[in-house]
């Protein structure tokens, strides 16, 4: 990017951020997610220093804290409230750790103090002869709005300060300090945050979007009757008068002795290496703590060494924040390309500038379909936000056209389509475009992976690459090729020895007798995916019973619609599809005959959702079985669902399901409950 082009794109940014401001501070109606704020100001702050000269003062990377309010009596800090520069990925860490070093040799020896970066509001608070004198905001940093009633509600923050021989000793003060200065987080806990929003609701009013805006909003109550209402909550993290604290450690314990409440997950560690576990750890686990946090703050153990590296720009250099990567984030479109599907769907994909999103690395974000790119009114070229959706796919949540140049290219479904050049049509009623050339390799491909995959025949060993490769070869064209493989015909292809040719061979051949509902999903019918396979099982009993079925027969199985009905009876009447089959049978493919036995009406009516890891069965079984005694498996937690099954580090399905009171079991209890005569 050249100068020219860099000092337009800044003004952009700057006066869509401070849009984005205005809208969510002062209308209190915010229009993207503050994750995706944060990047754009990332994205201007990068810019900043590359091009320092551009830089002016009202930037919005030049911002902390806000203005103090009116109605509240100001403070005056003693010291500047300052605030943390971000980093976001262990290069960015260790750049900062190089520079500390740079600075002053031998600054990151003596290890690092690890907290966790709590989500809520920074304070400070003033003890005067032991006893709590003044609390205040940040404000703009330098003074803040003095909340003192307000604080003295929260629990946490203790009215007298236990001076404790312990505390004494470990302070190494001895006397009692007239004045003790202490800064910390004042935050309010999820699930009274959600208590209070049920209230809210109940009472039909407005509700907060996130904890930290609820208690912002409880701190700064003109009368502490209502702040005392909200029950907030406190942890300290600095303690600003020097009482002979020579580490940061240290701090913490005089602290704690003192009567505050510390956070008992910070630590010491060692090295930057262990700050990156501390971080992962966190970043996995921050779903189980009952307050928010966004990421981790390191610093810089010892305090002489902390002190001597002083202050850059509002920061001190010798502490940093370690940000969890954001479930939304802000990038470009490189592109906007096709994938072709099992059934010949046409799904448009935006080529991303990769950006971490969630703990993992984004290039592609799907754009479904014809009518979400008009909706998204989406071009080649734009800056976007992603996130991902439901924890798994990348997904373009919002196009920022104050962004745009004027060079960006519009897109156009393709009509032909782009692996086999055939007719491309989008199905009246759908919104998807389709193949309609059934000899499309790539629809061919992507059913056999389908058919080979874990949720359908699952055979071991044969994966898209191999399938790839063998396709490639002309040894198959279809799924039931594959059983006419011989060991001969796989050693011919690259990477393929002896022993894995002999053992893909077996492996498809002791396939040839899947469970019936496994092999009607495998057979990749449009709308046809692993519930209704198993309800087709279950009413048919056979494949040649099930491809027997009138089209009225199929419309009135329970849970099965019309366009499903037809869909299906439509798949067996194509003659491709019955040669497929006969191909099968010949191959001795002999799905077992589905039996309806009195267990399978065991959990009947009964919906479950699985969360974490399970350690005596897989995912995979534990759902089967679900389904094998009548009950349903969901993947989103909703009011619909029965049951929760949480195994090890469960995800946000297991708050949801507590907030909704659904009943959750562990492995163990769900293993008794699936386990029949
Ligand atoms: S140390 C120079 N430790 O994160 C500021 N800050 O800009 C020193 N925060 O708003 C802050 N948890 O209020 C520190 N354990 C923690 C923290 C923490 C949350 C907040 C702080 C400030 C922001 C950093």
Redesign the pocket.
Known sequence: MNKKEAQERLEKLKSLISKYRYHRLSLDKPLISEEAEDSLKKELFDLEKAFPDLMTPDSPTQRV?GEPLEKFKKVEHSKP????NDVFSKGDLEEWGERQERLLKGATKGGFYA?????????ELIYKNGFFETGST?GDGLIGEDITSNLKTVEAIPLKIAYSAEAASAAKAGQNPKEVVV???VFMARREFERFNRELKKKDQKIYANPRNLAAGSVRQLDPKITALRKLNS?A??LVSDLGQKTHEEEHLILKNFGFQV?PH?RFVKNLDEVQKFRDHWEKNREKLDYE?DGI?I?INDEDVFEKLGVVGK??RG?V?YKFSPKESTTKVKDITISVGRTGTLTPIAILEPVGIGGVTVSRATLHNEDEIGRLGIKIGDTVVVGRAGDVIPDVIKVLKDLRTGKEKKFHMPKHCPVCGGPVKRIEGEAAHRCINKNCPAIKREAIYHFAGKNTMDIEGVGPKIIDSLMDAGLIKNAPDLYALKKEDLLNLPRFAEKLAENTVKSIQGNKNPPLDKFIFALGIRHVGEETAFDLAKKFGSTQKLAGASLETLSKIPNIGEVVAKSVYDWFHSKYNQNLLDKFKKAGVKPKEFKITKAMTKLAGKTFVFTGGLETITREAAQDKVRELGGDVSSDVSENVDYVVAGKEPGSKYEKAKKLGIKILNEEEFLVMIKYE
Do not use: Q
Request: aromatic share 6%; no cysteine; charged share 20%.
């Open positions: 804290g409230m300052l605030s943390l907290e966790l970066k709590i989500d809520g509001l920074a304070i940040r800064r910390g987080e942890f993290y600095s956070n910070n946090i703050v610093t920061s001190p502490s924040a």
